[in-house]
């Protein structure tokens, strides 16, 4: 009996908070879009700087690693 009560406390206390959360989750990823271009361009730049680093050594024989 108790843990019926538990599971009706957790449900009355709990479900505002998953709703909430289901709401603002898509504002949360629409607002993190940048945040995630930004990363994917810095990525890029660092692997094409760190190509371009490597080059002599890949042209004269070296392994690229």
Not at 6 to 23: H, I, K, S
Not at 26 to 48: E, H, K, N, Q, T
């Amino acid at each position: 009996m108790v843990k019926l009560l538990l599971w009706l406390l957790l449900l009355v206390l709990c479900w505002p908070l998953a709703l909430l959360a289901l709401l603002l989750w898509p504002l949360l990823w629409v607002i993190s879009l940048p945040f995630r271009m930004l990363g994917v361009v810095f990525d890029g730049a660092f692997a094409f700087l760190r190509a371009v680093v490597m080059l002599p050594a890949r042209l004269l024989g070296g392994g690229f690693r």
